[in-house]
């Protein structure tokens, strides 16, 4: 058999209900926070790199213009290259080492999250 509510265990239960969903959502908020917060960490490194990237090809372009036979235009043409190929292992490096980071924070604030979540009251 089926105990009835009455009115003050109603409310009682739609107390801790309202409360319990406010803390889902509370948590919720902060993930989407911590989430939204990498990307923006990322987007700017990510473009940091891009700005950085043009800037080199349009000096590399300049010296190019610069050369005044086949054999100068050869070797400036070969340091563009080398140079590029460093920087690009150093932007790849800071993407990969900056991934870590956010993931490492991403997951914490999930877990966070997924804790303060199902800490409920029933």
């Known amino acids: 058999m089926t105990k009835k509510m009455d009115t003050a265990d109603t409310k009682e239960y739609v ?5 319990n969903s406010e803390k889902v959502v509370e948590s919720a908020i902060e993930f989407n926070a911590a989430c939204f917060k990498g990307g923006e960490a990322m987007a700017k490194k990510l473009y940091e790199n891009y700005v950085s990237n043009v800037a080199a090809a349009f ?27 460093e920087r690009y292992t ?17 997951g914490e604030a999930g877990r966070l999250a997924y804790s303060k979540s199902f800490a409920v009251n029933f």
């Open 15 to 19: 107390t801790k209900h309202i409360a």
């Open 59 to 85: 000096d590399g372009v300049k010296a190019l213009n610069k050369t005044n036979d086949v054999a100068e235009f050869y070797k400036v043409a070969t340091s563009n290259m080398a140079a590029s190929a």
């Open 90 to 106: 150093e932007q790849t490096k800071g993407v990969a080492e900056l991934s870590g980071k956010l993931m490492k924070e991403t």
